[in-house]
């Protein structure tokens, strides 16, 4: 086994692989740098020796003995999945000139000032009332529509539309509903089913953090950031909240709601939950707002408690927000990528937080220098015999 890539190509392993060699299977320094600049790899004994595989198999007793590795990893798994489950169809969507269309999702695309504004409905039908009940709902159980659908949106915009900037995120309709879903997640957590949209949840937020484009989160009037939908405010890089009303709208002043979905369930990569990342300075501050668990909070109290960024009221909202995203998208993407991956992940860090939140910036920035992708780098050369040049300067 080999992990060539620092001699031949003159880039690292993908998708963090230095970091799990030492960290996940914990091979001592010396013993996986000389692993990850031999050319040839190492063979079964010492891969044994040095922890880089947990055993030898021969070729005759391989399939066998992966069948039962696999059913002793199935049987301490707490994802037993005994019961009947939901079968995912696939989503209902439609693309326009400048958007994308779900059923709870909607995306809107400005690529002249390289901006896709997400917003998010609240659900329309009640929550169920029991397990059976969220069978019955089956894929258009609002949790888990919205999270697969929120999914599909992030990794549309994130392949398909590089050259937005910006990613906007509001949302609309009845608090209730999602503080109603919140609640059921919660009360059947222990359920196997729910435990998979608790994590589904958990996985599409990871997304969001490590998605570079600037994370924006707007509460206006008419919003239902509460509970778990609260966590966009939380996962931005900015977030601005309007006071009182908009002169001429007759809705009610918006307000943000927690729940216990905001204090455990959606871990960030790096094993904290966005608020004790946010709170670092202070834990008792994230005391002050646990204490605040189901009380609708303006967007005084909510400056005040350090949950947004910006409290504005109607007179500085507009001009505030638009010379906010013309500067931003004015600014350099690749130091935005790398500014913005350092500051979300605040706090320790993890193997994950190591393989897909700072790491993967500077890994991208390797993989961009002229050592290896120039006329004369090693990812041009590899294959034809010639040797690359390097520029043998550190920076």
Not at 93 to 114: L, P
Not at 198 to 204: D, F, I, L, T
Request: aromatic residues 8%; negative net charge.
């Amino acid at each position: 086994m080999a992990l060539p890539e620092v001699p031949l190509l003159a880039v690292l392993p993908g998708t963090g692989g230095l970091t799990r060699v030492v960290d996940k299977r914990k091979v001592r320094r010396d013993h996986a740098d000389y692993f990850c600049t031999i050319e040839e790899g190492i063979k079964g004994k010492r891969a044994v020796q040095w922890r880089l595989v947990d055993e030898i198999v021969p070729n005759s007793k391989l399939e066998a003995k992966v069948a039962e590795r696999s059913r002793e990893f199935a049987a301490a798994s707490t994802r037993n999945g005994n019961g009947k489950g939901i079968s995912l169809a696939p989503l209902t969507r439609s693309f326009d000139d400048n958007g994308i269309r779900y059923g709870f999702v909607s995306v809107d695309i400005n690529r002249a000032e390289r901006i896709a504004t997400i917003s998010i409905k609240a659900p329309d039908v009640s929550a169920p009332a029991d397990i059976d009940g969220m069978i019955a709902q089956g894929a258009s159980f609002w949790p888990l529509q919205v999270a697969r659908e929120l999914d599909d949106a992030i990794l549309h915009l994130r392949i398909n539309e590089l050259e937005t900037a910006m990613l906007v995120f509001k949302s609309h309709g009845e608090r209730a509903g999602v503080l109603a879903c919140d609640a059921f997640l919660e009360a059947n957590k222990a359920h196997w089913l729910v435990n998979e949209v608790r994590q589904y949840w958990k996985r599409v937020l990871k997304r969001i953090d490590v998605t570079s484009r600037t994370l924006v989160t707007l509460v206006e009037p008419g919003s239902c950031f509460v509970g778990t939908l609260a966590e966009l405010v939380f996962a931005a890089d900015r977030s601005y909240m309007l006071i009182g009303q908009k002169q001429g709208d007759n809705r009610a002043p918006p307000t943000i709601e927690l729940s216990a979905m905001n204090f455990g369930p959606y871990p960030m990569s790096h094993g904290l939950t966005r608020l004790q990342s946010r709170f670092q300075a202070d834990p008792t501050d994230l005391d002050r707002a646990q204490e605040k668990i189901g009380e609708a909070l303006d967007a005084s109290k909510a400056e005040q408690l350090g949950l947004i960024t910006f409290a504005l009221d109607d007179i500085d909202w507009d001009d505030e927000v638009r010379v906010f995203f013309e500067e931003r998208t004015s600014f350099s993407p690749d130091s935005l990528t790398g500014m913005e991956a350092n500051l979300r992940f605040v706090g320790p860090e993890t193997m994950e937080s190591k393989i897909f939140s700072r790491l993967t910036a500077w890994q991208n920035w390797i993989f961009q220098r002229p050592n290896a992708v120039g006329e004369q780098g090693a990812l041009r050369r590899y294959g034809t015999g010639q040797k690359a040049q390097f520029d043998m300067t550190r920076v």
